[in-house]
């Protein structure tokens, strides 16, 4: 599993910190940007806590199925290794590559969506975020992989609004 069992006692110092959370325009931007190129079937950004192990979801483009807000601790796994110590991307082309750290592969599949690719974001060389973009298996070749990296500054800047951060 990706996920440990939800902290109450952090999940209620976060939402206290930033009750109203919305989508903004710099979010529409990055949605339309990744539209474009390389595209996708369901597009999420977390906010990441490094040192308190959250994520919180900032961007959803399917909000029935991950609603903005959604805080999860994060577990030390190879997918954290990757993206959160090593700063790598990860890239996962069929359900089988994903690995078990994805707990909801199963709805991963009944959105059609078969592979993803999840993208630390950083600041001031920390990890603050994680752009995840799912699509059908096999979609991120390297031209598609290339395409998602390019969105990482626009990435940056809905984090950096929503957490006021300092570039």
Known sequence: MLFAPINHQKLAVLNTQNPNRTENSSSANLIRRAKESPGFLLLTLMSISVPELLAERIISTNHDVYPL????????????????????TFVANSPDTMGEQFYDREVFEK????????????????VVGCLNLLHTAGYFNKANIQAAQALTPWAKSVCAEHYELKS
């Not at 959105?111 to 920390?126: K, Q």
Request: glycine content about 8%; hydrophobic content about 35%; charged content about 25%.
């Open 69 to 88: 807000s959604g805080i999860k601790p994060l577990r030390k796994n190879d997918w954290f290794e990757k993206v959160i110590e090593q700063e790598q």
């Open 111 to 126: 959105l059609g969506c078969g592979s993803v690719i999840n993208i630390p974001i950083l600041n001031n060389n920390e």
